[in-house]
């Protein structure tokens, strides 16, 4: 498996609270993805960054917030969370100026919002 | 706007058969066509993947086809086993430098 970690695995919190999801890898991949996962709507895009400091956003950015001061680190922000943001979140990571175009993914966190 | 249209969303499938999963795409400079499969608990994983400079690419049991005019590519699992069992999704970008855009993925269940 390639080396990414994301933390928590599991969460609950409040509507309104904040909450950081952390992806950390160990392969030096130039690019960083987040995407949500739901039922009924596949692997929907969130931000993603292509170098530290250097993020965009993605499809579903509304609400979330990123922020990755180094490499290995990729921080998803939900500033005050909403129930509609209970989802499970997947970090990805890829090296497209490499040999292999591949993305590989984490092993998700599931994130409730009560 | 939905950039990737995947069908069926579900398939159930006898063993020994064969899996169908299509995919038809919009945007013309996609050029990077990859299938994932993810397990329950898992994060998705890479199957295969294809450039529309060939028409098909197989990988063991797994081919992918692919219609460039029609702008549909399709998964195909010969001799589909239980093991087979998760969902699919199949994914575009241009030239794997941008991020993958996701059709809503097939759940396959292969039955005894």
């Known amino acids: 498996d390639a080396g990414i970690t994301q933390s928590p695995r599991h969460k609950v919190t409040e509507t309104g609270t904040p909450v950081t999801l952390r992806c950390h890898q160990t392969?030096?991949?130039?690019?960083m993805y987040w995407y949500r996962q739901d039922p009924g709507h596949g692997l929907r895009l969130i931000h993603y960054?292509?170098?530290?400091?250097?993020?965009d956003k993605g499809e579903v950015s509304d609400g979330y917030s990123v922020s990755r001061s180094k490499t290995e680190d990729f921080l998803l922000t939900l500033e005050s969370a909403t129930s509609s943001q209970t989802s499970v979140y997947f970090c990805a990571i890829s090296d497209p100026g490499g040999m292999n175009t591949e993305a590989f993914f984490g092993q998700g966190t599931r994130l409730t919002v009560v | 706007q939905q950039q990737v249209k995947q069908s069926p969303q579900s398939l159930i499938v006898q063993k020994g058969g064969i899996s169908i999963i299509n995919c038809a795409y919009e945007n013309t400079a996609f050029d990077y066509f990859p299938w994932y499969q993810q397990f329950p608990g898992k994060g998705p994983a890479l199957l295969i993947a294809i450039r529309p400079d060939v028409s098909e690419k197989k990988e063991g049991r797994f081919t992918i086809s692919f219609n460039k005019s029609a702008k549909q590519f399709s998964l195909h699992i010969m001799d589909s086993q239980p093991g087979d069992s998760a969902t699919y999704f199949c994914a575009a970008s241009i030239s794997g430098n941008t991020p993958l855009v996701f059709g809503k993925g097939t759940r396959l269940s292969v039955i005894a």
């Open positions: 392969e030096n991949h130039r690019y």
């Open positions: 960054s292509y170098g530290v400091k250097d993020t």
